[in-house]
């Protein structure tokens, strides 16, 4: 039996316009990523490089943020959240451009 390949053809993803609209951190945020607004995707990325840089990420279970002093007024005061709840927490910490 002959093998049939489908040919796809390449299409580029077209970026959400809602993803890559400015979003304003408030001055909680504006602490750990800067006061101007910026595009969710460089928000969570420079949250990453924070979190990076600062050995925040738990290093036995490592689905977990553990909160620096900057981070607790974000975090709500927790001291640790996971990677998922910490979406949630940031996204009240941000207002639409």
Known sequence: MPKTT???TATKRKP???FMKP??????????????????SELTKKLWDY???NGLQDKKKRT?????????????GKSQVSMF????????????S
């Open 23 to 40: 979003v304003q951190p408030d001055e909680k945020l504006s602490a750990i990523v800067g006061s101007k607004p910026l595009p969710r």
């Open 6 to 8: 489908a040919k796809k």
């Open 85 to 96: 709840e910490m979406t949630k927490l940031v996204s009240g910490h941000l207002k639409s």
């Open 16 to 18: 959400n316009a809602a």
């Open 64 to 76: 977990q943020i553990n909160a620096d002093d900057a981070m607790k007024p974000v975090f709500n």
């Open 51 to 53: 979190i990076k840089k």
